[in-house]
């Protein structure tokens, strides 16, 4: 017998839903087994290695930037009256506003940093090439965005660094053939940087350049979602890759000898509490000198005991600590700052060498999957888990870094007194040596040269998938971008340490 008809006039109709389901599934009708899997694919297991997976870290530092940019809103005021004050007060007067804005500094450079790393993994292992040609373009966008958000953002300060820092970069965009004056318009807000050109430059760190990062990074991560992470091939590890020849283990050897030397130095220098040094530029007090010390002595043992396990993690680190040696040896020799001019120089020597057997070595080592190692893990829980404790790790360093480091306050902008000696943030160095080295050339400034020279920079780097697939027609399989990599960030290295040593 069939049941009761609904009435359609009762107070309490039928209550039904298009696929039948109740609860959650009900209130937000999704196939949620198809979303499982969608975002539970499986994941490369080299992407265990550290060097592989850096791309999540510039975006969770994001994310703190964006956090803690929002609640310095609060008390930032963006005009040249009130801003270097308002900045005075939340470092020294507002509760915890030191901690607050030291964090939003140092996750804006290690932002940076993970970010060129991330780059330079992508260029090194030649994930750009085809059909990842354009992610790469959205990949030099997001670095060049970062660049211009850390600009902004000292800016923000109204110090004389920042005054004369935006002096500088308008001057350089008012150098841009054709549209250079009126980009340098935009940007001033008129003929010369005053009032209007801080609000400009608040309006761009706050607002239009965070929106651009998140619509970019939204298309680039769209993109490898549909190309998928690139996998690699690795030859596994062998008896024979693993014993290695006679001249392998006494490369081998010389690198865990330098790296277990490095360790006692290291240990015996913060045991003593020596006075801060000056490292390329960057002078250290005495109680953060011994923190370093320390550290440096963990890191240098972790890879002495990689290395001889033939872990490419160590020889990273190996090298890591060369180039950092080199420079600070270069600049005490340049400067005449060493104590003994010729141990100095037999320890640059020696440390050169280090550098080039490493090198030289580099394919002895173990990267590839282990014998018994599965080719790809879950992203839940552990792909997921582990860029989990990557974050905390990252919290822990930066108040480890604002502790030791603190940011701190310059002298107030004064249009009418240009200082001595400025220099921009660390990560434009590289294009404040070459502004100062580049030439008059064919009628053309120093100022249009680096300018004109910097532009071909960017635009090979955006266009290098397509330059690199003509060098690989040109010398087929002779890794021709792997050499030209290196020389352009042997280069980088050098102009930024040369501007870093120099009054």
């Known amino acids: 017998m069939a049941g009761p008809e609904a009435d359609p006039l009762s107070p309490e109709p039928t209550k039904r839903t298009h696929s039948g389901a109740t609860g959650w599934e009900a209130v937000i009708p999704l196939d949620w087994n198809r979303l499982v899997a969608l975002t539970n694919e499986p994941v490369p297991s080299h992407l265990k290695r550290w060097w592989f997976c850096l791309g999540g870290t510039p975006a969770y530092l994001l994310l703190i930037q964006i956090t803690t940019g929002i609640l310095l809103t609060f008390y930032y005021q963006p005009s040249p009256e009130q801003a270097y004050e308002s900045v005075q007060r939340i470092t020294y007067g507002i509760p915890f506003g030191w901690y607050l804005r030291g964090i939003h500094k140092w996750s804006a450079n290690l932002m940076i940093v993970t970010l060129m790393l991330h780059m330079l993994r992508v260029f090194f292992t030649r994930a750009y090439r085809h059909p990842r040609r354009i992610n790469w373009v959205f990949g030099v966008a997001l670095l060049g965005l970062t660049l211009t958000l850390g600009f902004t953002g000292y800016s923000l300060i109204y110090e004389q660094l920042s005054f004369w820092g935006a002096t500088v970069a308008a001057n350089l965009t008012e150098a841009v053939p054709l549209v250079g004056h009126a980009m340098a318009t935009f940007l001033r807000g008129g003929p010369e940087v005053d009032a209007t050109t801080l609000t400009r430059l608040y309006v761009l760190h706050v607002g239009i350049l965070p929106a651009a990062i998140i619509a970019v990074l939204g298309l680039h991560i769209t993109f490898v979602r549909l190309h998928g992470v690139t996998e690699y091939e690795f030859e596994r590890p062998d008896a024979d890759a693993r014993t290695g020849r006679a001249g392998t283990k006494i490369g081998v050897g010389l690198i865990a000898v330098a790296c277990l030397l490095t360790v006692a130095a290291a240990a015996i220098a913060a045991l003593r509490g020596r006075p801060g040094f000056d490292f390329i530029g960057y002078v250290f007090g005495p109680t953060a000198s011994r923190v370093i010390w320390a ?132 990560y434009f160095f590289f294009q404040f040596r070459l502004l100062k080295i580049s030439p008059g050339l064919a009628g053309m400034t120093a100022l249009q040269v680096s300018v004109l020279l910097t532009g071909a920079l960017m635009a090979a780097l955006v266009l290098w998938p397509w330059i690199d697939a003509v060098l690989e027609r040109v010398a087929p399989g002779k890794d021709v971008s792997v050499y030209v990599g290196i020389v352009g960030f042997l280069w980088f290295l050098l102009f930024t340490v040369w501007e870093a040593m120099v009054e």
Do not use: Q
């Not at 603190?406 to 009418?416: F, H, R």
């Open 295 to 426: 550290i440096g002595a963990v890191a240098m043992a972790v890879a002495a005991v990689a290395v001889l396990r033939r872990r490419l993690a160590g020889l990273l680190l190996v090298l890591t600590a060369a180039v950092l040696a080199l420079g600070k040896l270069g600049r005490d020799l340049l400067l005449g700052e060493a104590r003994v001019p010729a141990l100095w120089a037999a320890m640059a020597v020696g440390v050169l060498v280090l550098l080039i057997v490493a090198l030289v070595l580099h394919r002895r080592f173990i990267v590839g999957e282990k014998a018994d190692e599965p080719a790809t893990f879950n992203f839940f829980p552990d792909h997921a888990m582990t860029e989990l404790l990557i974050g905390t790790g990252l919290l822990f360093l930066l108040t480890i870094l604002v502790l030791l480091f603190p940011a701190g306050l310059g002298e107030k902008a004064n249009p009418n007194m240009t200082p001595d000696h400025i220099k921009p943030e660390w």
